[in-house]
């Protein structure tokens, strides 16, 4: 019930294994590089905006491996697990960087990916304004980046899916969820 009242679809939790660890009342993402091995779980408490990380385990990108497998070209890019699956269950492919500071370590991967665009939608605060403007200077140049301006409070884990297409028609993106639903 959690993970579906923060707007992720049943078949996207599926999809990617999200689980639910009844001893520490938190919901579970396992997490794979962009090999396919399993680096880590990562926790969300349930009851308070609590996150758990594994320690000494440099941050890779989420659902990148996922991404690269289907062979996409366009994705979303987000701060959270939580906004990335938000972003799937509304039709648009989003990997996440696990907060808005991005290392080397994830943008050495992301230039190596097939993938050509990137729509940023980073959390609408200093940390997330940074996060964006540092992700554009650390990518390769040949790809295309579209950096959107999320509204102040407001990240994709908050949007309803009507908030999330206007947000995407605004910037005149709506037609890549049109053809990720069409193409999925």
């Known amino acids: 019930p959690y993970i579906e009242g923060r707007n992720v679809s049943f078949d996207v939790a599926k999809k990617f294994l999200v689980g639910y660890n009844k001893d520490n009342k938190t919901i579970t993402f396992p997490v794979w590089d962009e090999n ?6 990562t926790e969300r408490s349930i009851n308070e905006k609590k996150f758990y990380i594994p320690k000494g385990i440099e941050k890779p990108v989420y659902l990148l491996n996922y991404c690269e497998q289907m062979n996409l070209k366009t994705v979303a890019v987000v ?8 972003a799937w269950s509304y039709g648009l492919p989003a990997i996440a960087l696990f907060g808005s500071g991005t290392t080397q370590k994830q943008m050495n991967i992301i230039n190596k990916s097939n993938i050509r665009n990137f729509i940023l939608m980073y959390d609408n605060d200093e940390a ?6 540092k992700f554009k200077k650390m990518i390769d140049k040949n790809r295309i980046i579209t950096d959107i ?7 994709v884990a908050d949007c309803s899916r009507q908030d999330f297409y206007n947000i995407l028609y605004k910037n005149d993106l ?3 969820v049109n053809n990720y639903l069409t193409n999925n």
């Not at 396919?36 to 779980?41: A, D, R, T, Y």
């Open 36 to 41: 396919n091995h399993l680096v880590m779980i």
């Open 174 to 176: 709506l037609f890549l």
């Open 149 to 155: 301006i999320m509204p102040i409070g407001i990240d």
């Open 128 to 133: 997330g304004r940074n996060g964006a403007r």
């Open 79 to 86: 701060e959270g697990q939580i906004d990335a699956l938000v």
